[in-house]
């Protein structure tokens, strides 16, 4: 089986054979990029802003809401496990926040953000 320039030289050739399990996980983690948005809401009268994270996938949307900065890496960690989702395969990772949003809590999401775009 001939495969396009440079992938026949890394996994090899198969004559007549399937396809290379790594060349099958390959195309299909860049098959299934994902987007994540932060979106941080209207700060409320206690001063915190609600944050919600939303997890665009290809075929499916999933989203969780948190009141709480301090649980927002837990609820993040625990939203990509449930989807069975690594970070390298997240696509894009926006913020979008109002003008009543708390700047505490855009802030937090922004280093948030800076630290996951360094690990990509």
């Not at 090899?12 to 054979?17: A, E, L, T």
């Not at 696509?91 to 926040?97: G, L, R």
Request: hydrophobic content about 40%; proline content about 3%; overall charge positive.
């Amino acid at each position: 089986m001939v495969w396009p320039y440079g992938v026949n030289e890394i996994f090899g050739s198969v004559p007549n054979g399937p396809e290379p399990f790594a060349l099958n996980k390959l195309f299909c983690y860049y098959e299934f990029m994902t987007d994540l948005i932060f979106k941080v809401k209207k700060a409320e009268e206690h001063g915190r802003s609600g944050i919600e994270i939303i997890l665009k996938d290809k075929k499916k949307i999933s989203r969780v809401i948190t009141e709480d900065t301090d649980k927002l890496l837990g609820m993040l960690d625990k939203l990509l496990k449930r989807n069975k989702i690594e970070l390298e395969s997240l696509n894009n990772i926006k913020v979008e926040t109002t003008r009543e949003a708390g700047l505490t809590s855009q802030r937090i999401v922004k280093s948030i953000v800076k630290a996951l775009s360094l690990n990509l």
